[in-house]
């Protein structure tokens, strides 16, 4: 079985995405499996979250196509890269980068040999005319150095991780999802090991104070309260049960929070 | 052919249902076929009757996982429901009933084998770490015993039917969909018998009394006109042609409604 | 390999697209691949221009099934078309012909034969009871002749072509995308053979006169200035770079252009 996933900033209303499938299957016979094209229009930090967050679910061997991609048509590079189970498509700024350090062992090739792109390449889709049939070209067996040289200038992309000592915790915020949970760079693993569910801990976010409750999951504190849990993706979450945390507690993405549990 | 259907509250942003659809085709090889993401987040009644309102076009066999589940992480179910033709499933808050209903003859089995789940489960995200592997082995031949025992006293839910007589029916609104067009639970294929097409009817609705056309479909009534036809679901539907009934009517599901047609 | 492609205004929330694939999938064993359910309510032209813009992209022999159906349960006609290497399936009101012209060589055929229909037919979806069956049937291998006969007075429905002399282009606007990307009805390759990239230009819209550049791609002009540009469909795009230019400018579908390049 061969799967290729698509992640991208073209919304699901245009025909766009659907022009990338039929390059694809013209060209080789994956299965497709959308991962989102509700990324916000050329916000690479975002896109690279969310690849970031399915990545290590799929098979391996899938080939995650993600174009979030505001400099199309300039001479940034397109890069294949290729992790310990998955290989990655993109444009070379930074969207693929989080996905490649999870997944590891990464090797990135740039993308130049013309034969496998489309014959009349398009100055603004890039995501049709190149990494699909690219995509598809890797599905068919095409060697990765077919298709340009080993890269070492990639452009990097970082969430850090955020600090945890045995009495607090500094991080920020880097997604908020369609809920409006708030996904933290803090590690939930190495928390969970300093602190148990059930304990009281004092938050600090949007320069304002909450005392709360570190719990297992959302149903653990009353309807409309704030909490701190474990979010799906081991990353430490703020979250309001059956309510909505980002509206509640007024913050964007890149805010620092920081949490005292002592 | 085996087929995996997708219903959730999740939202097409988030990387949750591609996490979801990355899971089951790490476990086993389906098609996977999307009937919604975009219900209301928790409300479970609304997911139900989505539900409902696909169950039956689906081919014999097909594994429906329906996720609607606000008690995530609490002591709330998880449930298989094989009916008639169908496999259902999900948490045990009644979204899957009414489809069970509807499907036929079913039997309800509790979820608690852990060999079936995802080793690392959070506390977050069942749908991912246990409604989809259940579903990819269930794909794979695994017997529904393996999974738990069988129960009875699973969380029902019911649309109810309306009240059909000589001379009226009464019923309530039980969706409302993008169109506007409102659903109740009065059943088509009864009133039809009762009365024809082109039948003036008075309709009873949000306080208001309306003098109107019981018709066959949208297009027998002048733009923007209100209309009674029996929906695709079998049910009665209440609709304006090419217009928005739900905003014209100002009403809102579990609404109640009559229609007077003697 | 047998596709459809479905392309519809019935959204993405409600049951109706699963409904349409539990049909096809009762039926045939073809893959599905959505092109867009966010076409604008009953808009056909939007509908008849997304469908162009992704046909001669799906591979040859692929099923588009494309129903923006105002007129449903009314007398309008459903249809078959054959191409040079597609088929479209729809109601007869002229979404599927700006398609048929593009892809070429295309035979109407009108949709009788109550044989390959569902048994009970609603009134108000005709996208699962009529046209999902149909290309469940075409994917194997019913002959177009079976569902009926080759008419010739369809409904049509044409784009025109905006003019180019050698100083000027006149057309209108024929699409907006999610990113606010204008997409006009004149042809990109016949203006690049007049000027070339880089040329100055007078761009009238909306009652406006803006001076600005003929460019190659988005990022050849500063952030948030207008340009003009051939989009990734072969026609004359105006554009904003990362920016919506549909909204800076104020315009809509329809609205007359004229660019001055002497």
Redesign the interface.
């Known amino acids: ?1 061969n ?1 290729v ?1 698509l992640l991208t900033d ?7 995405v ?2 990338m ?3 694809i ?2 060209i080789a ?1 994956p ?9 916000t ?2 916000n690479i930090l975002e896109g690279a979250f ?2 970031r ?2 990545v290590n ?3 391996k061997g ?1 080939v995650n196509v993600a174009i979030v991609d ?5 001479n940034r590079r397109g890069i294949i890269v290729t992790t310990r189970n998955q290989i990655l498509i993109g444009p070379d700024n930074g969207v693929l980068i989080p996905a490649a350090n999870l997944s590891g062992d990464f090797i990135v090739y740039e993308i130049i040999n013309e034969k496998y792109m489309l014959n009349s390449i ?4 890039h995501g ?2 190149i990494f699909s049939p690219v995509a598809a070209h890797i599905v068919n067996g095409v060697p990765f150095e077919e298709f340009g040289n080993r890269i070492n200038d990639y452009i990097d992309l970082d969430f850090d991780v955020g600090k945890i000592t045995n009495g607090s915790a500094n991080g920020r915020i880097i997604y908020i ?3 409006g949970n708030i996904t933290t760079n803090i590690e939930g693993n190495v928390l969970k090991r300093i602190i148990d569910h059930g304990k009281k801990i004092t938050l600090f976010i949007g320069n304002k104070k909450h005392e709360l409750l570190f719990v ?5 504190v009353k309807n409309k309260q704030i909490l701190v ?4 993706n ?1 990353l430490v ?1 703020i979250a309001v049960n ?1 309510g909505n945390a980002a509206k509640k507690l007024n913050i964007k993405v890149n805010d620092e929070i920081k949490i005292l549990f002592k």
């Not at 073209?10 to 766009?16: E, L, P, T, V």
């Open positions: 079985m799967i996933s073209f919304g699901i209303k245009d025909g766009y659907a022009q499938k039929g390059v299957l013209s016979n299965r497709i499996i959308d991962i989102s094209h509700e990324i229009t050329h969310v690849l967050s399915v679910y799929f098979p899938t505001p400099g199309v048509g300039s398009s100055n603004t889709f049709r005319d999802d369609q809920f297992k999951s959302y149903s653990f849990t474990i979010g799906s081991n979450e059956q």
